[in-house]
C-alpha cells in the first residue's frame, strides 16, 4: 500500500473502521489533480459529510474558479453545516458565475445559519450593489441575529465607501 495512492484511500474511506475510515476521507483532499473529489463527493451523502467538506475544501480551492465552481454545483445541500461550507466556497472562488450562484442561494426558507453563512461569504464581494441589498434586507428583517451580523464585517476589509455604506 502506497500512503496517500487516491484508489488505495478511496477504498479505505469505505472501512468499518471509524479512525481509518475518517483519516482516508481527511487524504483524499490532498490528492493531487482533484483525484480524490469524486469519492469526497460520494461521502457527502453520509455521516461521512462532516469531515469530507472540510477535505473537499482543501480540492477546490486549488481548482481554478470555473472547475471548481460545477463540482460545488454538485454537492448535496440538505445537511446545514455542509451547505454552510459550500457557501463559504462559493464566496471565496471570486468569479462572477460564483457570486451569481451565491445570489441565487438567497430565499425567504433559507436555514438561518445557511444564510448567515452567505451574508460572511458576501464579504468578498462588498463592492457589489447586489451585497448591499442582501445586507439591507437582513438589517431590516425581523432576525436580530441576521441583522446584527453585518454590522460584523471586519474594518480591514471596508474601504472608505464601504464604510459609509455600513454606517
Known sequence: ?????????S?????KRPAVLEK????LGRCDAGQGVDK???????SRARYAIYALRRAVMELPPDAALPLLKKVP???VTVAKEVVRLL???????AYAALLALDSPTLHRDIRIALLRALWDHLE????WQL???AALGADWVLASRVGDIPPDRLTPDVDRKLS
Do not use: W, Y
Request: glycine share 4%.
Open 40 to 46: 469526497l463527493l460520494a461521502c457527502l451523502e453520509d
Open 11 to 15: 477504498s479505505l474511506a469505505d472501512d
Open 135 to 137: 445586507f439591507l434586507q
Open 128 to 131: 457589489r450593489e447586489p451585497t
Open 24 to 27: 482516508a476521507v481527511r487524504t
Open 77 to 79: 445541500m440538505q445537511k
Open 91 to 97: 464566496g471565496e472562488l471570486r468569479s462572477e458565475a
Open 1 to 9: 500500500v502506497v500512503i496517500g495512492d487516491p484508489a488505495q484511500m
